[in-house]
């Protein structure tokens, strides 16, 4: 038995008979939501300050860099730099990325390390690592090398270890062997930077359920938590049904990946992003069809994960993205309406963290975006907020000062 779940075993967090399969005990007292297809309308927020900017073609993820002058955006074979010193940002150069390391959906999430080194892009089997300097300047030599994974070609994010050692890929989509289920890859990137990616730097894997996309690390690094839109065996579409976010021991997963789970908790139907609290107390997770915004109890998630749901709050349609502002008081969804129901709309919901964890009513209202907003990105001066439209070919910036 690994210390992972015999952790989990004693806290209580795992009922199943095996590890890689446990799943959280009953409910807690605010109830899990179910499917749903509209969400109803809000009101539009007055005096916000926004501005947009085409790009050639359907932008997905982002990355400020660590001074904030630039920024970084994913463009089908091609790393967008972006001048963040106007707004909204505009497009500055393309960095061309290794066509050896895309898969058939392009470069997706992008993550700059804490050191603000490297940029890692990931996509197909892995992830791109750029030097950030290097491409920010246009110069020749930015893409360094590949990470490359043995599971699957559907790589959509990639979140770094606190200590930048390790890479943690999600593979959204498993074969059909292997029921669907997505994973998690593990990459020791410090090692294939140390030695210029001669030789393997591949850990192994964390499978869970199907269509894993999110992850996040807790605020004392001790755990990664990660969202499967489905549950495994589960014969839903690929629009609805009901998933969970997945607590994970972040050194088992460094270590022995395979046998790093610790509990598996229901998250509505279609969990797709999560994002952990500026306190590290709570963790907080768009399910998109659900149309909801749940927060969970980060401690409650550790010790006893069936009573860790705090909050559900319903958003607009088909939330993705998420993102704090104003020190945490403030999360703001991306509601992509992605599958175009009926009487929806797009735009950006702005939710008061308190009166959600209160009880109270906390949505203040939306901003209005173009067609699929999809991902943020927080400039590090906090003023500037950064979405991708990726059906309408362009990014949108909010001034954060003018949000309520």
Known sequence: MSAAYALAATCGLATASAPGTSTASAAGTVPVPGCESTAPGQRVLAGVRTARTAVPTAPLGLAYAAKGDIAFTALGTDLGVLDAASFPPRLRHRVGLSLAGLGPSGANGVTLTHDGRHLLVASGRGAIVVDAAKAAAGQAGAVVGTLTGTFRNSAVQVTVSPDDRYAFVSQEYGDFWGGGRGAIEVFDLRAALTHKFRGSAYVGRLVLGKSVVGTAVSADGRMLYATSQRRPGSSDSYRTGPGYLSVIDLHTLETDPARALLANVPAGCNPVRVAVAPDGRTVWVTARQSNALLAFDAAGLAFDPGHALLASVRVGTAPVGLVFNRTGSRIITADSDRFDAPDATTGLTVVDTRAALQGRTAVLGRVPTGAFPREF????????????????????????????
């Open 377 to 404: 990105a927080l400039s590090p001066d906090g003023t500037t907020l950064l979405v991708s439209d990726f059906g309408s070919r362009q990014l949108q910036a909010t001034g954060t000062a003018t949000l309520p």
